[in-house]
């Protein structure tokens, strides 16, 4: 378990993975719209034809801590991974 004070050794806060033409822009765009709603932020990607594959995700890991993602093929299992990463 993490201990209370002291600081994630990985963290990801609101981390989005979009795509589709003009990705960034258009989930800004979308934020800015309907007022940082995840839901409605995705809801409207969709019907401009993008993906959102990875909607506002945030979570932290301590350090020792085991952490899993977990999820079918696909379904931005590895693209959260990879946001972690970087």
Not at 40 to 60: C, D
């Amino acid at each position: 378990m993490s201990q209370p004070n002291s600081s994630p050794a990985v963290s990801c806060k609101g981390v989005w993975q979009v795509y589709g033409p003009n990705a960034r822009k258009e989930l800004r765009r979308a934020l800015l719209e309907t007022g940082n709603d995840a839901l409605a932020a995705a809801a409207l990607l969709r019907q401009r034809g993008l993906v959102p594959a990875i909607q506002n995700v945030s979570f932290e890991v301590a350090e020792g801590e085991v952490f899993v993602i977990m999820g079918l093929s696909g379904s931005g299992t590895f693209a959260a991974f990879r946001s972690a990463a970087i």
